[in-house]
């Protein structure tokens, strides 16, 4: 189990957009523009669903890995919230019923 989320991915990829790091790779992604960073996501996306029909659990973990990453590279471009993300899935679980339950009261009679 580990602590690290996506919002933590997020405000490190948010840092790299603001740096001058010549060793940014998300800094050097950012710089080619949204084409470059849309291209990207869809040739990782394309890595995900071959690798999810290849049956090696290694290479699916990683290549979900990538996916991750380079969503949230492409909302840093466009200047989208990862928060914003998250509520909206959020709000989703409310419409089908899981947020009620998970932050309904316990009963303690
Ligand atoms: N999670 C990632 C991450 N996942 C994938 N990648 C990079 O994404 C690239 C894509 O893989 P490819 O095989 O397509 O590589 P490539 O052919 O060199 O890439 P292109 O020239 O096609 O863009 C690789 O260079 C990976 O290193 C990532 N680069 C950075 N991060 C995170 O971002 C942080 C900041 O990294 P820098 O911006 O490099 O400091 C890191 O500490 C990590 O937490």
Redesign the pocket.
């Known amino acids: 189990m580990t602590s690290f989320n996506l919002s933590d991915?997020a405000a490190?990829?948010a840092d790299?957009a603001g740096s001058s790091?010549e060793?940014?790779?998300?800094?050097?992604?950012l710089d080619a523009g949204t084409h470059?960073v849309a291209k990207?996501f869809g040739?990782?996306a394309v890595e995900l669903a071959l690798a999810t029909v290849d049956g090696d659990d290694m290479a699916l973990t990683a290549e979900a890995?990538?996916v991750l990453?380079?969503l949230l590279v492409i909302l840093q471009a466009r200047g989208v919230s990862v928060q914003d993300v998250l509520i909206e899935l959020e709000s989703r679980t409310k419409q089908s019923g899981h947020q009620e339950k998970a932050s309904r009261p316990v009963s303690r009679s």
């Open positions: 991915l490190i990829i790299r790091a060793k940014s790779y998300t800094k050097s992604l470059r990207k040739e990782e890995a990538d990453y380079h």
